[in-house]
């Protein structure tokens, strides 16, 4: 018997095929990469001078605030606030401290209350209304020059230190 002749590869359709299926993935990755090269998304928008300078003055806060040796323990009952502060020098604290409690959620359920200086370190004050059980809690002189964070705790006294709400 006379066994058939193989066709030269160029006359066969499975490399052409093959070579189309890889030539597609080649044109449709140079497509997108063309797409997002020639469109670059315009992810940062808005004023950024005023974000970077908080970032800088907030972390001037948490310097002066480890500096002066500020720790506390703040004590929520209805709507009293008790709040008792130690730093390495009790003379240098001041008068009145203005205590922001943040919503975890939205800003329409922050408020802000003043702190007023009973002697040795500790500080009461009023709140308008409970603040929620989760608050973020920032503390800071009125002139803002330091500030304490920390987070409520439901039931319990919270503890505030110079760091990140």
């Given at each position: 018997m006379?066994?058939?002749?193989?066709?030269?590869?160029?006359?066969?359709?499975?490399?052409?095929i093959l070579i189309?299926i890889?030539?597609?993935?080649?044109?449709?990755?140079?497509?997108?990469?063309?797409?997002?090269?020639?469109?670059p998304?315009e992810?940062v928008?808005?004023e950024?001078?005023?974000?970077?300078?908080?970032?800088?003055?907030?972390?001037?806060r948490l310097?002066?605030?480890?500096?002066?040796?500020?720790?506390?323990?703040?004590?929520?009952?209805?709507?009293?606030?008790?709040?008792?502060?130690?730093a390495?020098?009790?003379a240098?604290?001041?008068?009145?401290?203005?205590?922001?409690?943040?919503?975890?959620?939205?800003?329409?359920g922050?408020?802000?209350?003043?702190?007023?200086?009973?002697?040795?370190?500790?500080?009461?004050g009023?709140?308008?209304?409970?603040?929620?059980?989760?608050?973020?809690?920032?503390i800071?002189?009125?002139?803002?020059?330091?500030?304490?964070?920390g987070r409520?705790?439901?039931?319990q006294?919270t503890?505030?230190?110079?760091?990140?709400?």
């Amino acid at each position: 018997m006379h066994a058939p002749s193989p066709h030269p590869w160029y006359k066969e359709p499975w490399p052409f095929i093959l070579i189309s299926i890889t030539g597609l993935g080649v044109v449709a990755g140079s497509t997108l990469a063309y797409i997002g090269l020639s469109n670059p998304p315009e992810i940062v928008r808005g004023e950024f001078g005023s974000l970077a300078k908080f970032v800088t003055e907030d972390s001037a806060r948490l310097h002066e605030a480890r500096a002066l040796g500020l720790v506390g323990r703040l004590a929520l009952d209805g709507e009293t606030i008790a709040l008792s502060l130690s730093a390495s020098d009790l003379a240098s604290l001041p008068a009145q401290l203005m205590v922001q409690f943040q919503h975890p959620a939205t800003s329409a359920g922050d408020s802000v209350a003043v702190l007023t200086h009973q002697g040795g370190g500790d500080y009461r004050g009023l709140t308008s209304e409970t603040p929620h059980d989760r608050a973020h809690v920032l503390i800071t002189d009125l002139a803002q020059s330091w500030s304490l964070a920390g987070r409520l705790e439901p039931g319990q006294s919270t503890p505030v230190e110079p760091r990140r709400p």
